[in-house]
């Protein structure tokens, strides 16, 4: 076992989608694939086999929705997966823009009748950014959906990607027969007897008269037709372009029944990238660099209420990590050493006895971490592109229970210091202000502060139109700034300076008249 093997083994990559596009029911798929799990939590399943695996969150699983980014490793065919199951729905975000800062690549699920839906269309502006190389799969072929000709088409024009597809549905809805392999020109039939998925049979070519054994003669001649078009149409599937991030293979496939979900997770661990190199204030930080590094791009309070845990969610980035390591904690310049570091499986997880580039390992604290936050094996490394977003809405919260209001207090913080929200506490009065992305993150707030902590709340409308952190190269001008703004003024949970504005007209005008002044809408955390 090198460092070499072991990164060139491993696919880091994130599920993004549209709420309700397939996506939960693909991660549970592919971890099935991967036999890491031996019942997928099938929508039609009953009881607890109904709980999707990557949903252990109470309010999600009363909900059915992902609310909250989970983490699952798993091998298959000599891979190493870590695979991050990102919230669809766009009120939560956040948490998925900073997952994508964790991962390698990204798989991009589309429902086959609903095509490209704008949260889809967000996500992958997020990880153009990034250059990221992301695969599609197009969902739901068990379904009547569009013409796949149309789709493609769609994410050519709408998502400027040259696209190539690896695999060609054979019917749709209740003629969907199976797909055929563009690659490998093999043959995958869907059997509707049976859960298990067949290998295939092996064509030469699609004029192979095996196929008019397999198929109805319609679909053998639509099939041939469509794979001369695709050919003639479709630019070769081409590696490096995928991996720069201008062209996406594409999988057709029916999640729900198992169908192309083997040849998607194929597919990642052939052409997905392993390991990157990343971006730190100092320099590029390479994965084969034998001294470990890394950074936190996620805290979780109360994975397990019962314990009061927070485990900060950690992407190793260079060199082998050993359980018991002393790392440098470069925010605070003290070292940590990491007694119980723990890998993934969703709601399941394992001690760590080691890692490697490219795997996500929970590190349990009580604070001391935070999202942004660099550990190494001693040098002084800050990591780049983990983004804070200024909330969009803004409401107070108190306690049912007045006696409470100093325990709320220190809930707040922890679900602050966890990114799942802002949380200001002004200059002036005692109330606490709490700022989302997403209206539906209020709802889940309150849920998870009375169910974890213990605390009924209530959360208010405030006249505030929004809030922005502010910066200043001169000290004293951004001391000025806040003293002349007194009642504006709040901090948030690490203590920054932030103003709160009434509307957008006093914003425009606090930018008017303090020009020395930055008003962040985003902030980059490296520490």
Known sequence: MTLESEIARRRTFA?????????????????????????????????????????????????????????????????MFNLLDTPGHEDFSEDTYRTLTAVDSAVMVIDAAKGIEAQTRKLFEVCRLRDMPIATFVNKLDREGRDPFDLIDEIEQGLALDVSPVTWPIGMGRNFLGVYDLRRDRLLLVDRKSDKVADGEVCQGVD???????????????????????????????LQAYREGTMTPVFFGSAINNFGVRELLAGIGELAPPPRVQASVERKVTPDEPRASGFVFKIQANMDPKHRDRIAFFRLCSGRFRRGMKMLHVRTGK??????????????????????????????????????????????????????????????????????????????????????????????????????????????????????????????????????????????????????????????????????ARNAWRLDKAQEDWPGVRFLKTKEQAW
Request: glycine content about 8%; proline content about 6%.
């Open 15 to 79: 599920i993004i989608s549209h709420p309700d596009a397939g996506k939960t029911t693909l991660t549970e798929k592919l971890l099935l694939f991967g036999g890491a799990i031996q019942l997928a939590g099938a929508v039609k399943a009953r009881g607890d086999a109904r709980r999707a695996h990557s949903d252990w969150m109470k309010v999600e699983r009363e909900r059915g929705i992902s609310v909250t980014a989970s983490v699952m490793s798993f091998g298959y065919d000599g891979h």
């Open 335 to 500: 070292t940590m050493t990491i007694h119980n570091p723990v890998l993934f499986l969703a709601r399941d997880r394992e001690l760590a006895e080691e890692a490697w580039p490219g795997d996500i390992i929970g590190i349990p604290n009580h604070g001391s971490l935070r999202i942004g936050d660099s550990l190494t094996e001693g040098e002084s490394l800050r990591f780049t592109g983990i983004p804070s977003f200024a909330p969009e809405h803004l409401q107070t919260v108190r306690p049912e229970d007045p006696m409470k209001a100093k325990h709320l207090g220190r809930a707040l913080e922890q679900l602050a210091e966890e990114g799942a929200a802002r949380v200001f506490k002004p200059v002036v009065g005692s109330e606490w202000i709490v700022g989302v992305v997403g209206v539906l993150q209020f709802d889940v707030l309150a849920d998870r502060i009375r169910t974890e902590y213990e605390i009924p709340v209530r959360f208010e409308p405030t006249s505030l139109h929004t809030a922005r952190w502010v910066e200043a190269e001169d000290p004293r001008l951004l001391k000025k700034f806040i003293d002349a703004n007194t009642a504006n003024m709040a901090e948030d949970h690490s203590g920054a300076p932030v103003f709160l």
């Open 208 to 238: 192979d008269p095996k196929i008019d054994r397999l198929l109805p003669a319609d679909a053998a001649a639509k099939l041939r037709e469509d794979v001369e078009m695709v050919r003639e149409l479709c630019p070769q599937f081409d």
